[in-house]
């Protein structure tokens, strides 16, 4: 690895791909990025185990930072691949997600077997018995690529609904995404139920 990280760094100066301050560019992938990408080595996939005892995930989402402009600039110098223009960085998307949700947002489900359509613009069309979440939070942190956003709901509010099909986040009373399970979700004897939606950004500038 080290001997692949010094011929890369005759052509392209791996300085500018590493935080401030950095003396040696080469062990700082060597003794922080390698160790991070073990220790994801199985987080992949549906099946994926996370290594939550054994890394931060602020370490991941600087490292990921830092390795994906390194990444772009090696497919720009050995494989001529040009850097499309207007393309979002992570930390652009991140902030323009941040704005629309910067008012707060709100979450529902609601008892509506009816599939939903990509051209809803609400959420509840026909009337049907819904519950709202609450204790919102968002989370920017623990997706590198994205934010999160989260809701629960607790108490005899759960025994209002006898299924719920679909699952909507709201911004500014407007419809941004949705969830549709065809066969509904029951929830007797449940006590508490939490919802997390992801807006993560899928660009071909990533690797």
């Given at each position: 690895?080290k001997?692949?990280l010094?011929e890369?760094?005759t052509?392209?100066?791996?300085?500018?791909?590493?935080?401030k301050?950095?003396?040696?560019?080469?062990d700082?992938f060597?003794?922080?990025?390698?160790?991070?990408?073990c220790d994801l080595?199985?987080?992949?996939?549906?099946?994926?185990?996370?290594?939550?005892?054994?890394?931060e995930?602020?370490?991941?989402?600087?490292?990921?930072?830092?390795?994906?402009?390194?990444?772009?600039?090696?497919?720009?110098?050995?494989?001529?691949?040009?850097?499309?223009?207007g393309?979002?960085t992570?930390a652009?998307?991140?902030d323009?997600?941040?704005?629309?949700?910067?008012?707060?947002?709100?979450?529902?489900?609601?008892?509506?077997?009816?599939?939903?359509?990509?051209?809803?613009k609400?959420?509840?069309?026909?009337?049907?018995?819904e519950?709202s979440?609450?204790?919102?939070?968002?989370?920017?942190?623990s997706?590198p690529?994205?934010?999160?956003?989260?809701?629960n709901?607790?108490?005899?509010?759960l025994a209002?609904?006898?299924?719920?099909?679909?699952?909507?986040?709201?911004?500014?009373n407007?419809?941004?995404?949705?969830?549709?399970?065809?066969?509904?979700?029951?929830?007797?004897?449940?006590d508490k139920?939490?919802?997390?939606?992801?807006?993560?950004?899928?660009?071909?500038?990533?690797?």
């Amino acid at each position: 690895m080290k001997r692949a990280l010094k011929e890369i760094n005759t052509k392209i100066s791996l300085s500018d791909y590493v935080p401030k301050n950095t003396s040696n560019p080469i062990d700082y992938f060597v003794d922080q990025q390698y160790p991070i990408r073990c220790d994801l080595f199985h987080a992949k996939g549906s099946n994926c185990i996370l290594p939550f005892s054994e890394i931060e995930i602020s370490n991941i989402a600087n490292a990921y930072e830092y390795l994906h402009r390194l990444w772009k600039k090696i497919t720009n110098v050995y494989f001529y691949v040009p850097n499309s223009g207007g393309s979002f960085t992570i930390a652009g998307f991140k902030d323009l997600t941040n704005g629309v949700f910067s008012e707060g947002f709100e979450m529902l489900a609601v008892d509506d077997p009816n599939m939903p359509q990509i051209t809803d613009k609400e959420c509840n069309l026909g009337g049907y018995p819904e519950i709202s979440f609450s204790n919102y939070s968002l989370d920017n942190i623990s997706l590198p690529d994205g934010i999160i956003a989260k809701g629960n709901i607790e108490g005899e509010i759960l025994a209002e609904v006898n299924y719920l099909y679909k699952f909507c986040l709201l911004s500014e009373n407007n419809l941004f995404m949705f969830k549709f399970f065809e066969d509904g979700i029951t929830l007797m004897g449940t006590d508490k139920m939490e919802c997390w939606f992801s807006v993560r950004l899928k660009s071909n500038d990533l690797p």
